[in-house]
């Protein structure tokens, strides 16, 4: 299964295809770490355990581990906001659901979910290409995320792997905001 955030520009259905056809085979859940924003601080994870994107996912429902995963999803969001009604993102509770199904326990049980890297090339979001000509080179956008793609008032646009990077590479260096 796929599923992808409202604002998620599918650029390549035959890479999405291809990605979808591993499902099973080669991992249980594909997903992008999400290095830019971190992980900070949850009780019993350490920060090397980064949070995950949650705008693009691609798992397999066979798997008895991914329905535990989104149940355990669930249950940790729904107490983040318990104790937290302002909490507004949901990669935290996700972090730890994964820490809890993808690290060995106390009881010495190994875990099973198999959990495959999408990567940061592939899933296209935020500025960060922007900072060097050697990152926007390296872009093979499938999904580009955030609405920078299609909405056409914003300053910049991270190109689909089909595409040619001139006008991203005029950017480099400058300053590039999603906001402005």
């Known amino acids: 299964a796929l599923f992808v955030d409202t604002d998620v520009y599918v650029c390549n259905g035959e890479a999405v295809a291809a990605m979808m056809d591993a499902a099973g085979r080669a991992f249980d859940i594909l997903l992008t770490d999400d290095d ?3 992980g900070g601080k949850l009780a019993n994870i350490p920060e090397e355990f980064t949070e995950r994107n949650t705008g693009v996912l691609l798992y397999d429902t066979s798997v008895p581990e991914i329905r535990m995963l989104f149940t355990l999803y669930a249950t940790y969001f729904v107490s983040l906001v318990e104790q937290n ?3 507004i993102h949901d990669q935290p509770a996700l ?3 994964l820490f809890e199904l993808t690290q060995s326990n106390s009881t010495g049980t190994q875990p099973t979910l ?3 890297e999408l990567s940061k090339y592939q899933h296209c979001r935020g500025i960060w290409p922007f900072k060097s ?3 926007i080179v390296k ?4 999904f580009v995320h955030g609405d920078n793609h299609i909405r056409e008032f914003r300053n910049f646009r991270l190109p689909c792997s089909d595409e040619p990077k001139e006008s991203a590479l005029a950017l480099v260096g400058t300053k590039v905001s999603s906001w402005e």
């Open 95 to 97: 972090r730890q659901a």
């Open 114 to 116: 198999r959990v495959a």
């Open 85 to 87: 009604p302002t909490v």
């Open 139 to 142: 872009l093979a956008c499938v």
């Open 36 to 38: 830019q924003n971190g």
């Open 133 to 135: 000509t050697e990152r």
